[in-house]
């Protein structure tokens, strides 16, 4: 027989270092495509190995971006995504509401009905009887965001905010003075179909950055940031695309949010939750 004893030391030095492998391999592959092919723990250094190559200035910015997460104390956790999961684009407080005709949603001290949101009531007739889910983000919260799901997106356009001061528009006797700015896309999605997703950022000025215009889209890949004043990502889903968790709905009738962290399962796309309510 052979007897052992774990050196818990040595042992928990080499899980920090792991992890931290797997934070820079995320924050690269999310952000350059590029593969982990290789990794290696020594006694004096750690190396990983790329299928491409970074600038300096690129291995800044990724450590930077790595270093956010740490200092954010993020918890570790394994999981297996399904790949016909909706999962959150964000860290937040989500609210989730069924979009019945004139539904109100409140988003960032204003109000909106679907058409004033979109500025596009065409667009926002494809929506009714939908799902909207809208992902508060407070000052704890990572401020970057990703795409749901796999497939293209359009262009990005921005809606400038306004200031009704004289004039408020009128919403079920609720005056609204104030249109936050935001920036939509309308994603195709393998799973899901057409997907609005939404940034609202501050009054009058923009504070969203989004990296990419028209093109393919990787599920998880980082969609854009907040700058300073952003705080609020909204998804629109067409009618009988999804099939919420029944809690998280539950508690938005109640009047509360539910904490959600980027990548969170939050639900099936239709069909697999059909196949599986029938198992």
Known sequence: TVDGQIDYERRFEFMQLHTGEH???????????????GFHMGADFVTIDLSGMLTPEQVQSVEAEANEWIWKNVPVEVSYPDPEALIAPCDGLLSAYPLEDDRILPVKQSFYTLPTLLRDPDLAARYRNGLCLVFRLCVNHYHRYCYPDTGGKGENVFLPGRLHTVRPVALEARPVFIENCREYTVLSTDHFGPVVQMEVGALLVGKIHNCHGAGPIRRGE???????????????????????RPELLAATRRGEETPVRMGERLGLAASRAETKSSL
């Open 23 to 37: 934070i820079l391999s995320g924050v690269i592959h999310r952000r350059f495509g590029y593969e982990n092919v």
């Open 222 to 244: 980082e969609k854009g940031m907040f700058l300073y004043g952003g705080s609020t990502v909204i998804l629109l889903l067409e009618e009988g695309r999804a099939v919420l």
